[in-house]
């Protein structure tokens, strides 16, 4: 039988050997690729030419006078109003099934299906139900809007419809499992003092899925303002649509200027990163002991 | 259980493995030397050249060809991924050729080519791809690529649904003329009294009630630009014209197609169908076309298509000119075989029978004067659909000029990056939607193409 | 009185949620369905004036050609080699390391956990540049490395999922497993394992739906039909046929990729629905 210290020094080794591959891999494809993404900024770095000069922050002032950037900014900031429509709608489904107890399984499968689908096909088909002239949706509706077009607003409303309709189950979810631990003795309490449905649910439902909420609310921001098959497939690069990380894409990996586009990824980079920093700290979503 | 798994991830590594090394072709056998081809094109075009390599591999024994291709939206960034290990042949789209002759990676041929082999093909496609990387100069130093085709983008015509309109309204109308261009106006007044919504009842067309037929599926903006006498900026792309009354005249008149006559689509119409292919769909007559459509206008619609003149702007000296597009052929600098590299290259762009097949396969009209001015004109080998469009002399026209035709290259192929012109397209939709005149445009937006021009050039010192 | 009129507003105002909750369950599928209708529709039926619900004859050929004309096998055989791989190695990887943080002592256990929880921080797209231009460096780019390599040291989220369910497991398991002379691997394959199936088999199912519908690295890689992964080479018909010369095709290909995900939703329903994905969310 080993001493309880040998014991002690020899986990310490073995804890740290169990952990070795996900550190090494966070230097690797984190780390110094930020270092580099820092360094990219302050370059004229092109990857046709064979000499790359440093150019101080010149990108940051080409990036805050291009138009287009202001636009992807503007646009993604506006397209995150599909978070909370979407926990909106999810909440109401989710008060909806509970009440109808388990029958409605079928109904919760549909309702999530979108977020197990793949977002190309998804977004091929919404570009397709969104046409002007071919589309399902005008012809149903027996409207005549140019969704796909050069205003302001339709491509970005279609973009906001496809992500709530894509939104609403994964809240319904979560959102039942918070139902599921509210004691219906609170209800009954109300029913008591005469509260009207609306009550109960603003008065009761509503704070005591807060937790919920705010996760939801969170996470959703942090993936809507990392979207980019939305702008590429279903605004297909329309300015009216693109988001920031599509700026990223197009002025970098297709335009080779490297330094303007990752001047964009670290402003981006530090504004995700400063609103995960939040959610770690307001909430109790991550607990180190 | 723990061998069974063990021996599941020998598997797994194994087909990584597999999957992922390309084969290692790097082989001399039977004393021949290895070379890469890369190339872009949809599957029947790839046929189409593996069956050129392979004729060329059976006439060069020396040399075996390795062929491989992506599709045209994927081969930029696939070509920049090569950057390291760069194939020893690969297409070079005139757009992207300046800053890759700039850079020095691409092989100067002028010490492997001969006067009399550079003779028979068109100047313009020569000089095309010349560059000076002292001056930064376009069409004079050393010649960087061999032309892979000539593209002019002319105009086209649905014959079959002008004259059908033409019926059903009972107009007294010709044909556009063949080789004498229409002025704009003429132009637009003519697609204004064909406005139809075709429908056809019992085998009678009638223009009330049916789908609506646009005049002309969109407008090229260079096409508008070049033939009213303007441009995007001065020779050496250093200072924008764009505040040029000509070019404010062209911008509007393209703008009025729709705003104005209503017989071109708005831009958010456009967005819904492309023009191509509202084009090919019958939903317009006029629309535009380069050689490299030929083929699929032979093989996936079925109304007559030919070639008119591009309307010609009211500014004094102007000419109906098309753009013209154009494909490299370089050769890495770096390439271990230059000389059988070269060969290839040379086959493909100026010999006969990559040149013969060019135009018989509806890709390209020919680099070689001769055969583009013969058997090209006069549809050798062609038959059946093959031999639209009937004025293919157009193509010609817009190459060699002539009184009336001309023809200017793509503004994307003077610059050394080509954000400029995404952006200033982009820019111009309030135009097109009517929202602000062309003149106001050209005030506001001067500064900002000036700035991007600016920053462009900032490479070349 | 007042109580029979308040019954019946509750109950027309169910009816009313029970109606657009079914109009709504028609809106969620809807897509579905106009995705595999037109895939049995001819080029030009597609691009009708006046949209056709049903196809006139349906062109079940389509699917055929999908399979046969584009390397859809070759990119289906592509996905599964990433998704072997990646999930294989990763899930033990991340498993060790969650054990290792979970139920281990460990020298500034607090920093290395809140350093690699960090990186769930980092959005993609700002390390997307020089990652691309490393794997470029290595010559790997337009192979499935740059897919697979990044996966194969384990993902933060799952480890932080992972670390969660392995703090409920007792520890005088781990104890007496110690003073039974067992080593540190041999506790996590006997004991930690066997525990964490449940969990285990929910971030794997996860994953694996994950990887299948990843596009955004994918396609910035994966540029040769040779090394394309399943949406990749859906969104590569996109740009070839979106425009309108053949559609229907399009939407045959896209409806042939969704399948597989729809099948193991249905088959493996529970983890999906069932509140296992919310351990993390604490209140």
């Not at chain 1, 995960?276 to 979503?285: A, I």
């Not at chain 2, 030397?33 to 024994?61: C, K, P, Y």
């Not at chain 3, 001819?42 to 399979?67: C, G, I, W, Y």
Request: proline share 5%; aromatic share 14%; charged share 15%.
């Amino acid at each position: 039988m080993r001493s309880a210290s040998t014991l002690y020094r020899l986990e310490k080794r073995w804890s740290l050997v169990f952990i070795a591959l996900p550190v090494i891999g966070f230097f690797t494809f984190t780390i110094s690729a930020m270092v580099f993404s820092f360094w990219f900024s302050l370059t004229d770095f092109n990857p046709v030419r064979m000499e790359t000069r440093y150019v101080g922050l010149e990108n940051f002032r080409r990036l805050f006078a291009d138009a287009l950037f202001r636009q992807a900014v503007f646009n993604t900031f506006f397209l995150l109003i599909s978070v909370p429509i979407g926990m909106f709608f999810g909440l109401l489904l989710s008060v909806y099934l509970q009440q109808k107890g388990a029958k409605n399984y079928a109904l919760r499968l549909l309702y999530y299906l979108p977020a197990v689908s793949s977002v190309v096909a998804i977004n091929i088909i919404f570009r397709y139900l969104f046409n002007g002239e071919f589309g399902l949706l005008n012809h149903l509706l027996n409207i005549d809007v140019q969704w796909l077009g050069t205003g302001r607003w339709p491509i970005k409303f279609a973009i906001i419809i496809r992500n709530v309709w894509a939104a609403m189950g994964v809240a319904m979810v979560l959102y039942l499992a918070g139902l599921n631990n509210i004691p219906a003795s609170y209800y009954e309490a109300a029913d008591i003092d005469g509260a009207s449905i609306f009550q109960k649910f603003f008065m009761i439902t509503v704070p005591l899925v807060r937790p919920i909420s705010f996760f939801l609310i969170v996470t959703g921001i942090i993936a809507g303002m990392q979207n980019f098959a939305d702008a590429q497939l279903l605004a297909n690069g329309n300015p009216q649509g693109i988001t920031v990380v599509y700026y990223i894409w197009v002025r970098g990996i297709d335009a080779n200027r490297y330094g303007v586009a990752s001047a964009a990824s670290i402003l981006l980079g530090a504004i995700i990163m400063l609103m995960t920093y939040v959610q770690f700290r307001r909430s109790s979503w991550v607990e180190v002991r | 259980m723990k061998r069974s798994f063990l021996s599941i991830m020998i598997v797994l590594i194994g087909l990584i493995l597999l999957a992922c090394n390309g084969d290692g072709n790097d082989l001399d056998d039977q004393g021949r030397v290895t070379i890469s081809f890369f190339g872009w094109g949809s599957a029947e075009e790839q046929a189409n050249f593996q069956t050129l390599v392979d004729r060329f591999m059976a006439e060069n024994d020396d040399i075996r060809v390795v062929y491989s291709a992506v599709s045209a939206d994927m081969y930029m960034r696939n070509l920049n991924n090569q950057m390291n290990n760069l194939p020893d042949v690969f297409y070079i789209p005139d757009t992207e050729f300046m800053p890759w002759a700039d850079s020095g990676r691409l092989l100067p041929l002028d010490s492997y080519l001969s006067e009399a082999e550079l003779e028979r093909v068109w100047s313009r496609a020569i000089s095309h791809y010349r560059y000076d990387r002292d001056s930064f100069t376009l069409g004079e130093g050393p010649l960087f690529a061999l032309p892979k085709d000539l593209g002019p983008f002319a105009m086209v015509m649905n014959v079959d649904l002008f004259e059908r309109i033409v019926a059903a309204k009972g107009l007294d109308m010709d044909r556009p003329d063949p080789s004498v261009p229409m002025t704009f106006s003429a132009f637009a007044d003519m697609l204004e009294s064909l406005k139809c919504q075709l429908r056809t009842v019992g085998g009678e067309d009638t223009c009330e009630g049916g789908q609506r037929i646009f005049g002309v599926t969109h407008y090229e903006l260079a096409a508008a630009i070049y033939s009213n006498n303007a441009n995007f900026f001065n020779d050496d792309a250093t200072q924008q014209t764009i505040t040029d009354p000509n070019f404010i005249e062209a911008l509007q008149y393209i703008a009025n197609l729709h705003l104005v006559h209503g017989v071109m689509p708005s831009p958010s119409e456009q967005a819904n169908l492309n023009g191509f292919q509202r084009f090919m769909n019958g939903g317009g007559i006029f629309s535009f076309m380069g050689p490299w459509d030929m083929k699929g206008f032979w093989e996936n619609i079925n109304f007559e298509f030919d070639l008119i003149p591009l309307p010609v702007g009211p500014a004094e000296g102007a000419k109906s000119t098309a753009w013209v597009g154009s494909m490299g052929i370089a050769v890495s600098e770096r390439s271990r075989q230059r000389e059988a590299a070269v060969r290839l290259a040379k086959y493909l762009t100026i010999e006969e029978a990559s040149q013969r097949m060019a135009y018989q396969l509806g890709q390209s009209v020919p680099n070689i004067i001769d055969i583009a001015e013969d058997d090209f004109l006069n549809n050798v080998e062609l038959n059946g659909r093959q031999i639209m469009p009937l004025n293919k002399v157009m193509f010609l026209d817009i190459i060699r000029h002539n009184a009336h035709i001309a023809g200017h290259p793509r503004p994307t192929y003077f610059t050394y990056e080509n954000i400029w012109f995404d952006d200033l397209f982009e820019a111009l939709l309030p135009v097109f939607n009517g929202q602000i005149t062309a003149q106001a445009f050209v005030n506001q937006y001067a500064t900002t193409i000036q700035r991007d021009l600016d920053e462009s050039n900032s490479y070349l010192n | 009185m007042h109580e029979k009129s308040e019954k019946f507003v509750l109950k027309s105002f169910h009816i009313g949620a029970t109606l657009l909750v079914l109009l709504g369950a028609m809106t969620m599928l809807l897509p579905y369905i106009w995705m595999a209708l037109t895939a049995l529709k001819t080029p030009s039926e597609a691009f009708s004036m006046v949209p056709t619900f049903l196809p006139e004859a349906p062109q079940f050929h389509n699917f055929r050609r999908v399979l046969t004309e584009f390397p859809f096998w070759r990119a289906v055989s592509n996905t599964m080699i990433v998704e072997l791989s990646v999930i294989s190695v990763g899930t033990i990887v991340s498993a060790l390391a969650a054990f290792s943080f979970a139920k281990l002592r460990m020298p500034y256990k607090k920093t290395l956990l809140l350093m690699l929880l960090s990186s769930m921080m980092v959005p993609y797209a700002t390390v997307m540049l020089p990652q691309y231009r490393a794997f470029q460096a290595l010559g790997m780019v337009d192979t499935l490395w740059p897919i697979i390599l990044p996966g194969l040291f384990g993902n933060a989220a799952m480890m932080f999922f992972l670390i969660q369910y392995m703090r409920g497991i007792p520890d005088v398991l781990i104890e007496s497993a110690k003073i039974d002379g067992a080593s540190y691997l041999g506790i996590f394959v006997r004991i930690i394992i066997p525990l964490s199936k449940p969990a285990l088999a929910a971030q794997v199912i996860f994953w694996f739906v994950g990887i299948w519908n990843d596009y955004f690295a994918p396609s910035i890689y994966l540029t040769s039909p040779r090394v394309q992964t399943l949406q990749v080479l859906i969104a590569s018909l996109n740009s070839t046929y979106a425009s309108g010369t053949n559609f229907p095709l399009l939407m045959a290909a896209a409806t042939l990729s969704s399948i597989p995900m729809i099948l193991i939703f249905l088959f493996f329903q529970r983890y999906f629905l069932s509140t296992v994905i919310l351990s993390g969310v604490k209140e």
